[in-house]
């Protein structure tokens, strides 16, 4: 299955610190098997897009219980700049990073005998605050025991990894 483009930022409940994502393929991807694809430079535009829905190409989250994407902006695919798009081949044990505002995408699997597999990890920089946004679709986004400001590292439920 194809994943959509889309930006990471929106779903998470972190304000506008740093944040890199990390992608590790246990499986070897190409561009007609998976691969990762990524706008250059789009962590710099300083637009924060509706979370997609993961299910058609240009669909997003549904705005339900609580969730608001009114100071979102709808992205276009029409202007995506193709001459900034790049794939990236991948074996397994290989990592990807990219700052969580960058425009990505994965090609989907088009082979009938090759399976994708991936882990993905998120690392928040030193200062990022915990910010109850209303767009991201985290299910358990009611239920976090921590105040609206306070660092991230001040909750069990988000782990230090370097001190």
Known sequence: MKTPWHQDKPYFLVDDGEMAVAWVPVDVVHKEVSAMG????????????KPSDFKTE???FPEVGGIDHSDLEQ???????QAKIV???AEPGDVIVHHWATLHCSTGNTSS???RR??????ACDGCRYLPRRSPPEPFRNT??????AKLESSERWT???P
């Open 38 to 49: 990524y706008v250059r430079g789009s962590h710099l535009w300083g637009k924060s897009f």
């Open 58 to 60: 240009s669909g997003t």
């Open 75 to 81: 992205l276009d695919l029409d202007r995506l700049p």
């Open 87 to 89: 794939y990236f081949d």
């Open 113 to 115: 005998d090759r399976i």
């Open 118 to 123: 991936a882990a993905s990890v998120r690392f």
């Open 144 to 149: 976090i025991d921590i105040a609206p400001g």
């Open 160 to 162: 230090q990894a370097w």
